[in-house]
């Protein structure tokens, strides 16, 4: 007889992480792989990739590295076709690859991001990583899983895609303001669109397009912005590094075989004042 834990399993199937080898890439490939998964740890930085990949091969996990822009067509229709040579399918799709402004201490050159003089180049640019990536990874994703009539999609959102920034957390006393940039929270809201689209654009097709929204992951942040972000949310700190993990398998797995054209929030309360 089936148990709850069979729900949770992904014994067979072939997931692609863009961004894998990125903060939560790289925790989202290790627990898919650790839930049976065969993972295509996709990435940018294909180095960085083999990196995360070699890793998870010593654990003894199933995962390849895939070089991949996700701002190419070409480039990610070879990323799907190399996942389904190598794997034989491709049931999810997890597209955690984006520009992030992080304020974490390996981003120290962090600029202003003022909005009145954002540069309309950088604008762009997020676009078409941050929301023409996922368009392209999409597109070059389903062709598989409409063939074998199964498919997830997971689009990676933030709580600046559901409300505005609160510009405050990124305040530090004596020093040039700073703030999250303009493109970020409306890149993440566009997420949201993308992900109710695809959810019923292939109503009856097996296919399930779900979202996942983060809050912001402790990484070694300075006390003034770590204190700043865990006033602002209802658990009063900031997330580990894996608590995101088990929403993920979630909604890759049959365990929200129910579920589509959704918004699972994880944020430790930080939308719910």
Not at 57 to 66: A, D, I, N
């Amino acid at each position: 007889m089936a148990t709850i834990f069979d729900k949770f399993s992904m014994k067979g199937q072939a997931v692609v992480v863009t961004g894998g080898a990125g903060l939560l890439g790289a925790q989202f490939s290790r627990t898919l792989a650790q839930a049976g998964a065969q993972v295509a740890v996709a990435d940018f930085d294909l180095a960085a990739a083999d990196k995360v990949a070699q890793q998870l091969k010593s654990e003894g996990l199933q995962v390849m590295p895939v070089a991949v822009d996700v701002t190419s067509a070409e480039s990610t229709a070879a990323m799907v076709d190399a996942t389904v040579k190598a794997f034989g399918r491709l049931d999810v799709l997890v597209c955690s690859a984006a520009k992030d402004p992080k304020f974490d201490p390996s981003h120290h050159e962090q600029q202003s991001n003022a909005f009145e003089t954002y540069p309309l180049d950088a604008w762009k640019q997020a676009l078409e990583v941050n929301l023409t990536g996922l368009f392209l990874c999409a597109q070059a994703a389903v062709k598989p899983m409409l063939a074998q009539e199964h498919g997830v999609i997971i689009n990676i959102c933030s709580t600046y895609g559901l409300v505005g920034p609160d510009q405050r957390i990124y305040e530090r006393p004596g020093r040039p303001a700073q703030f999250k940039p303009v493109y970020y929270s409306v890149t993440k809201a566009g997420v949201l669109g993308l992900t109710h689209y695809l959810a019923t654009y292939y109503a009856g097709k097996n296919i399930r397009a779900n979202a996942l929204t983060p809050g912001g992951i402790y990484n070694n942040h300075d006390e003034t912005f770590t204190k700043n972000y865990s006033a602002r949310a209802v658990m009063g700190r900031m997330a580990h590094l894996d608590e995101m993990n088990g929403a993920m398998l979630f909604l890759a797995s049959d365990a929200s075989s129910y579920m589509t054209g959704a918004n699972l929030v994880v944020d430790g309360g930080w939308t719910a004042w």
